[in-house]
């Protein structure tokens, strides 16, 4: 194949990836404030019901970051895109966006959330302070998977926050957060 049809090609499916995200991606995020906080604390109850150690773990979370809706889709390229909440001891206290792309043999939509509990005060001040969070780079972050999560205890919490991803749906090959950026938004009432 020459290198322009290879590049046209390249170029069509990274069309593609981006129009199917724009269209899909309008799911992906509410409306206004009052949307958002009402859907992170429904995702947050969801979460809580399927995994109670993400419900103890959040105990003594300083921090909760709650991504009711990620919406995934990739042909090659790939995106992602949600909006989220971060709450404060129980009060809304800023609004985020999660976006991430990459390329390599994926094809696909998904949907499902995320919820990044933040345990120290280091990670607070972080997400707080900083114009973007990637993940993978600042405080440490490890995704609970069943096995991690059922050995989960007060005692053995180190690490400066641990994420659930939860409520999937849809086809999509793999699913990480590492790679994703988290920065701050303004939101409507």
């Known amino acids: 194949m020459s290198t322009i049809r290879r590049n046209a090609l390249k170029m069509i499916l990274a069309t593609a ?6 269209m899909i991606g ?32 959040s105990k003594n979370a300083r921090a909760i970051l709650v991504f009711p809706k990620i919406v995934k889709a990739g042909l090659i ?16 206290n800023g609004y985020f966006n ?11 939509a998904e949907s499902y959330g995320y919820v990044v509990f933040l345990m120290s005060p280091k990670a ?19 995704v609970a998977n069943e096995g991690l999560a059922k050995n989960l205890s007060s005692s053995t919490l180190k690490d400066d926050a641990y994420a659930f991803i939860f409520d999937q749906s849809g086809l999509m090959a793999s699913l990480s957060i590492e790679g994703t950026k988290i920065s ?5 009432k």
């Open 17 to 22: 990836t981006s129009l199917s995200l724009g």
């Open 26 to 57: 309008t799911t992906a995020f509410a409306a206004t404030a009052e949307d958002l906080n009402k859907d992170a604390a429904q995702a947050l109850q969801t979460l809580y019901k399927t995994n109670p150690t993400a419900e103890a773990l």
């Open 77 to 92: 390229f790939g995106g992602s895109y949600g909006e989220g909440v971060l709450t404060k001891g129980g009060a809304f």
């Open 98 to 108: 999660s976006v991430s792309a990459s390329w390599g043999w994926q094809a696909g």
């Open 124 to 142: 607070v001040k972080y997400i707080e302070d900083t114009k973007g969070w990637e993940i993978g780079v600042g405080p440490t972050v490890v």
């Open 184 to 188: 701050r938004i303004k939101k409507a």
